[in-house]
Structures are given as structure tokens and as C-alpha cells.
């Protein structure tokens, strides 16, 4: 009778033992479409990167807070904040393609070397380019949408005008009129009334960018990388492409604006001082705020 | 017959499927490491991340270093840490070792007639001893105050706990905006691009770099050891991408001693120089040249009083030294790297002749007024290299092997042997972690030295020794 209970349980024990092993197969599941893609590669300049060359490097710097199956959930998932890019998704922030397209090699290059400012991704400007360049293959690695998709065609960003205080003053409407300070505020601080509604699209929160805080934008800091930020938009984020809202000119307009809610110097910043430019009034009647 | 058979394999397989689902529980259950590391978790980066193998730096590490401790994405300062992070890590090494000595002068004995035995004499032969052990512990503790401004503070004890300061410095980085002007004061590591304090290995000869410490027999010279850390001021500047880097630190020629002691009153300087290349798959190569050169007393004043002499901290007599070389880190892909270091080093003669160390207690000769040299005495001098690859089988299993090698070029004493002190050295070993996070940094080590001096058994023949050693090397 002893023995007979013992055969059940260890009946019991033994599938759930099996039933155990066999969940983790699941990811080994996911793991094996990797492998289908694990001939991917990158183009920058005349480099080609091989995605299983990157693997050592992947592994050594970046499994932590990316993950083994670079869905962002590595170990430090609790502690990071930003969240980490979850590379199966194929959604991208910095991108010279219009939103909802893939970014180019190239854009996913420079985002490896350039870091992301108040976030945990420092700038991996150590690695040779041959380096970056097969890591830019391993991360499109994670996503089926490089097999089935083309990055989009980069937008076309005019010669930069010449900065004058009417410019500035004209960014200051497009400001006022596509109503950026509702998320970034009336000084640019991050404080407007929607900011603390905001969540990315995994419905996480997220701040709108503090211009007044002395930070480098995210996806770089010259005026043809502020220009692209809001021609683009940053995908899996609120932050929507104007593209359709605001012409070229204007767009250059814009960029001189926001220079001048930067805490650090430029000439955009004196002449708004020189200027007397106020804030916008959110509260003033359309057309004079 | 049959029918005992069939059942015992039947409890067999009852007893194996209980223990397949135990050892899965185990397996489903048992936790993270959740150890905390100074700055891998300040940035949520693995070890992996800034050592080729912990606690040696890689590139990434370097310029991490070089930037003041700072990724420098604006999340430096402490005022974005949890309030009750605090940025201190332990390390400690208990292990197993074996040292061996070739040539040791031990007593012989006789019986003295009486049921008992005296001395007789004496008579060399080798000893060996083996044991359980520690090494020191060490607290580092480093980081930012504030944005651009670093600091490292190390208080770090011998294996009895008698703790002295290692490492204390303040640090100003990126000054004017640049990143080629930063200043750092204090007690610090030279500017060794392959870092001692980093070292892979762990035993007594294996666990220093000869090169950095290297005197000739009856040399006097205890300030030229540039893998001490010592006194003083660097400044030191790189490209953005650390490709480019440059130091030059003005030193106290004190080895690093606290309180004024001998050897205040005299300076020294070290500068280096490297320069980083892409080639591709192969990595980022990097080439350098130091030069530690600076002077040091060899004269120090007494006191007679009712108690007998005393001596006087502070000195004269100051007389020179130098110790330049070149370095090189190459690298063969992912998997293999070799690091190069080259030495030429001189004394003052007078320092060759025995004049200078009464720093660490050793008080030889004092060059007083109306002292002179013997006839024919030279400045010492010699030429060294040292090699180490290593083959990273992975973040976790680092394979190391070392030689150095140290050969004189000019004795101080004329009819001294051109080969007296030569120094050759070995070390083989390897470090396994078998976990890598950002939490904890822990490492099965297992190490074999071997050392051989020419002339310098009591006899005046050659001298070997070696150790063994095996131990959990691990910080938290």
C-alpha cells in the first residue's frame, strides 16, 4: 500500500518535473528564430557587420540591462530607468526615417557611440567601427520585422538658414501653435500639463525632454539632429513627427526657439534676450500667445 | 531472483524521479546573486562591462576611469543615486597556498652527548610550506561628489588587519569644459596602463609586477618603484573616445609614505603617453611610453642626545633616478590579447653603492660630509620586459599566463658578476567566475609562480621559488 503511494506521487513529481523542464523550452523556442536571422547584416559606410561576430561583445556589455533575448528584460530590468529598448519590437527612437519606418544601419550606429543622456546607455565609443557595426546587425538580429521590412528613406533636412530674431520669434509661434509646451512646458522645463499623463507605448510613464536642464537631447545636439528629432518623432513614445504640421522653414524656426530655452550659451539665447522674449501664454487667445 | 530485481529497479526509478524533481525545484528557485558592487550597481552595468576580467580595466573601463568615474550621460552626480546608495565595495581572498624555496640557510644539529643536541652549523636546502590562508582586505570606496569632481578612497589592511591608506585622492575632471585637463591630488596609482593594483594573479611574486619594483642587489633606491602608489599631483587629458590619453603627475619621492618622512624634501615625476588605433575585427590596439625620473636623498640628519642617535625626518643629498619604457595592449580579435611592457632603468651610483634606504626601516649607508664612493663604483643600471596574454574563453573564464624578465646591464660594484640579481619569471593561471552580474564580483582562481634569481642564494649560486595557490577571490 506504502509502495503504491509512493509510485503515484512520484508519478506526480516526475511530470511535474517534465512539465517543469519543458516550459523554459519555450524561450529556446524564440532563441531558434534568432538563429534563422543570425545572418543578418549591417551596412555603414563601406563596414559590413556580421551579426554572429557580435555576439562575444553583445554578451560582454550589454546582456545586462538588454537581455539575453534582447527583449530589454536583462537583470538590471528593476533598477534602470529609462526602461531598456526592447529590440524584438523593431521600434526605434533616434531615426533619420520617417516614424513607424526602421531606422538605417546608420542611425542604429551612431546611437551605440553617442549613448543616450539620463539614461543608463553610455556612449560605446570604445568599440572599433567594424565592432559597432556587427552589433548594429545582432540588435536588428532580434526582430522579424528586418526580414520582412526596409528601413524607411531618410528625410531630407534643408541647408540651415541663417539665425535672426525674426526666426526666433517665428519659432516661438510654432511653438505656441503646434503646442509643444503642452508636454514640454512654457519654459521648456518638462512641466506642462500633460506631462504627467504621458506613457510610451508599453504604457510606461515617460517625461517630456527638460530643455532648461543643460542635457543633450537624446538623439544628438546639433540643430540638423533638433530639426530631425520632431521631423521624425521618436517612435514608442508620445513624442509625435510634425512632418505633416510644420514646413521645413518653420522647423528651422523651431529649433532656434528652443535654443534659446537651453541653459547653455548661444547666439539664439542672446538675441532672444536682446529681444525681451517672453514665454508663450497658454491663456492668451489663439494667435497671441 | 527476478521478480527482487525488477523491484529494486523500480525504487530506483521512484528514488530518480523524486530527486529529478528536487534538483528542478532547486534549479527553479535558487536566487539571483544580490551583492552590490560599487559602480556596477550605481550603473547597472556587469563587471564584464568595464574588466576583461575583474579587477583588470579593459577599454571601456579605462576611459570610465579616465572620465573621473563617469559614463558621462548626465547621471554622474549623486544627486540621481537613491539616498542610501553608498559606494563601497570589500575585497578579501581566502586561499590555499604552497611556497617553495630553493636555497634556505637552516640550522644542522648534533646530539650533545647527553640524550639531547646542539647547533652544529648550518646548511642550505629547500623549503616548502603549505597552507590555508587570507590576503588583506581591502574597502574601495570611490565615485562622484558631483558632477566633475571624483574621488577614491582605499584604506586597505595586510592579512593581520593592520590597515594603512592605499589610495586617497580628490579629483577635479574635465576642467574648462575639456576633457584634456584633469587634476587629481593625493596619495594615487602612477598612471600604469597596465595596472598592478588591477593584477590578475595573486601570489607573492606572481602578484606584482617585478618590473615595477625591480632594485639591484644592494641597491639603495627604495623611491623608484612605480607600482606603488605614491604622493603628489597628476594631471592627466584625453580625447573624448579615450583614443588619446597623456598624464604627468609631480610626486614626492617618498614611495608613497605618510607624514613628511624621508625623501620629502626631494620630487619626482612621471609622465606618460599613448595613442589608440581601430583595426577593425581585430580591436583597438593601443601604444605608450612612460618615464618615471626624479631624485632622492641619500643623506639624512641624526640627533645624539642623552638617549643615543636619533634621526631626523627630511633629507639631502639628493641624487637622480629614472625608469622609462614602453607599452603596448594588443589585441587578436575577442578571444586573446597580449600586454607589453618595457623597462630601461638607472640608478645614481650612489644609490647602486647602498645610499638612500632608510625609508622602509633599512638603514645602509649615509652619504655624510666628506663621504666618497668606492673606486670604480658605476651607476647601476638595466633593461626589462614584461609579457602577459591572456585568452578570454569568455567574461567568465579568463586564462593568464606571464613572463617577466629583468636583465642587468651595468653593475655598481666593479668585479660583480654581469648576471648577479638577473631576474626571470613565470606565471600561469586562470579565473573563472561563475556568475556575471552587476551585483557581485566572485572568482575560483588557481595560480602556479615560478621566480628565479641569478646569484642571490646565501651561497652566491641561483635561487628558485615557486608557489601554488588556489582561492575564491571576491568583492561585494
Redesign the interface.
Known amino acids: 500500500m506504502q509502495r503504491n503511494n ?2 503515484k506521487w ?2 506526480v ?2 511530470a ?2 517534465v512539465v ?2 519543458a516550459m523554459p523550452s519555450s524561450a529556446q523556442q524564440t532563441k531558434y528564430d534568432f538563429e534563422t536571422r543570425m545572418n543578418i547584416e549591417s551596412h555603414v559606410g563601406n563596414i559590413t557587420g556580421h551579426a554572429k ?1 557580435a555576439k ?2 553583445y ?3 550589454c ?3 538588454h537581455g539575453e533575448l534582447g527583449d530589454g528584460n536583462g ?2 530590468f528593476p ?2 530607468d529609462p526602461k531598456p529598448r526592447n529590440f524584438q519590437l523593431g521600434v526605434f527612437k533616434c531615426r533619420s526615417t520617417p516614424t513607424g519606418t526602421l531606422p538605417t544601419d546608420q542611425d542604429l550606429f551612431d546611437s551605440i557611440g553617442r ?17 559597432r557595426t556587427d552589433l548594429v546587425a545582432w540588435v536588428k538580429h532580434f526582430s522579424p520585422r528586418w526580414v520582412g521590412e526596409k528601413p524607411g528613406t531618410p528625410i531630407t533636412i534643408p541647408p540651415e538658414p541663417e539665425v535672426t530674431p525674426e526666426r526666433i520669434k517665428a519659432g516661438r509661434e510654432v511653438f505656441a501653435r503646434v503646442q509643444c509646451w503642452k508636454c514640454h512646458g512654457v519654459l521648456g522645463q518638462g512641466d506642462g500639463p500633460s506631462a504627467a499623463t504621458l506613457t510610451d507605448d508599453l504604457g510606461r510613464p515617460i517625461a517630456p525632454f527638460n530643455f532648461a536642464e ?3 537631447p537624446k538623439c544628438g545636439d546639433t540643430d540638423k539632429d533638433i530639426y530631425r528629432i520632431f521631423m521624425t518623432g521618436l517612435d514608442g513614445t508620445p513624442m509625435p513627427s510634425f512632418a505633416d504640421n510644420i514646413k521645413p522653414d518653420e522647423a528651422w524656426d523651431l529649433v532656434f526657439y528652443l535654443r534659446t530655452l537651453m541653459s547653455q550659451h548661444s547666439k539664439e539665447k542672446a538675441m532672444a534676450k536682446q529681444l525681451g522674449l517672453k514665454p508663450v501664454d497658454p491663456n492668451a487667445p489663439a494667435g497671441q500667445q | 531472483m527476478r521478480v527482487s530485481s525488477y523491484s529494486r529497479l523500480r525504487d530506483v526509478s521512484y528514488f530518480g524521479s523524486l530527486v529529478l524533481f528536487a534538483v528542478t525545484v532547486m534549479l527553479a528557485c535558487s536566487p539571483r546573486a544580490n551583492a552590490l558592487p560599487a559602480f556596477a550597481r550605481k550603473y547597472g552595468l556587469r563587471c564584464s562591462a568595464c574588466h576583461e576580467s575583474w579587477p583588470m580595466l579593459n577599454y571601456f573601463g579605462q576611459k570610465f576611469k579616465d572620465n573621473g568615474y563617469q559614463l558621462m550621460n548626465d547621471r554622474d552626480a549623486p544627486i540621481w543615486q537613491n539616498p542610501s546608495y553608498w559606494p563601497v565595495t570589500f575585497r578579501i581572498t581566502p586561499i590555499w597556498h604552497r611556497v617553495s624555496t630553493g636555497k634556505v640557510m637552516v640550522d644542522t644539529y648534533g646530539s650533545n652527548g647527553a640524550g639531547g643536541s646542539v647547533v652544529t652549523g648550518s646548511t642550505l636546502q629547500r623549503v616548502s610550506n603549505s597552507g590555508f590562508d587570507i590576503s588583506g582586505l581591502d574597502f574601495h570606496t570611490g565615485g562622484t561628489l558631483e558632477k566633475n569632481i571624483s574621488f577614491y578612497v582605499l584604506p586597505s589592511s595586510n592579512n593581520a588587519a593592520q590597515f594603512h591608506f592605499e589610495t586617497v585622492m580628490g579629483r577635479l575632471d574635465n576642467l574648462f569644459g575639456s576633457s584634456w585637463l584633469n587634476v587629481k591630488l593625493g596619495k594615487f596609482e602612477l598612471d600604469n596602463l597596465l595596472s598592478e593594483k588591477r593584477i590578475l594573479t595573486l601570489t607573492g611574486n606572481g602578484g606584482i609586477y617585478q618590473l615595477y619594483h625591480f632594485r639591484p642587489q644592494g641597491d639603495g633606491n627604495v623611491f623608484g618603484q612605480m607600482g606603488d602608489n605614491q604622493l603628489g599631483l597628476e594631471v592627466m587629458g584625453h580625447s573624448w573616445n579615450d583614443r588619446t590619453r597623456y598624464s604627468a603627475a609631480l610626486l614626492s619621492s617618498v614611495d608613497g609614505q605618510v607624514g613628511l618622512p624621508y625623501g620629502s624634501n626631494a620630487y619626482s615625476g612621471f609622465f606618460t603617453f599613448s595613442q589608440a588605433f581601430d583595426t577593425g575585427k581585430a580591436g583597438v590596439q593601443r601604444i605608450g611610453a612612460y618615464a618615471f625620473v626624479g631624485e632622492a636623498p641619500t643623506n639624512w640628519l641624526t640627533q645624539t642626545g642623552p638617549n643615543g642617535a636619533t634621526v631626523i625626518p627630511g633629507a639631502v643629498g639628493n641624487k637622480s633616478f629614472s625608469r622609462e619604457g614602453f607599452v603596448g595592449q594588443f589585441y587578436f580579435g575577442q578571444h586573446v590579447d597580449l600586454q607589453v611592457v618595457t623597462q630601461h632603468g638607472q640608478d645614481s651610483v650612489w644609490f647602486g653603492q647602498g645610499y638612500g634606504d632608510f625609508i622602509d626601516g633599512v638603514a645602509s649607508g649615509n652619504n655624510t660630509t666628506g663621504t666618497t664612493l668606492a673606486a670604480g663604483a658605476q651607476a647601476p643600471s638595466w633593461n626589462g620586459v614584461l609579457v602577459e596574454p591572456h585568452y578570454i574563453y569568455s567574461p567568465q573564464l579568463i586564462f593568464i599566463g606571464r613572463f617577466e624578465t629583468i636583465r642587468m646591464s651595468q653593475q655598481s660594484t666593479p668585479g660583480t658578476a654581469s648576471n648577479f640579481g638577473n631576474i626571470s619569471t613565470y606565471t600561469i593561471g586562470y579565473r573563472y567566475n561563475p556568475f556575471m552580474t552587476s551585483r557581485a564580483g566572485f572568482a575560483w582562481h588557481n595560480e602556479y609562480n615560478w621566480l628565479h634569481q641569478d646569484g642571490t642564494a646565501p651561497d652566491g649560486t641561483n635561487l628558485n621559488t615557486s608557489e601554488l595557490l588556489m582561492g575564491f577571490d571576491f568583492d561585494f
Do not use: H, I
Not at chain 1, 543616450?116 to 570604445?126: E, K, L, Y
Open positions: 509512493l509510485r512520484s508519478s513529481f516526475g511535474a518535473a517543469a523542464f561576430d562575444p561583445d554578451r560582454r556589455y546582456v545586462g540591462c537583470e538590471n533598477w534602470v549613448g543616450f543622456d539620463r539614461s543608463n546607455m553610455p556612449q560605446w565609443s570604445t568599440f572599433t567601427k567594424q565592432e543643460g542635457a543633450r
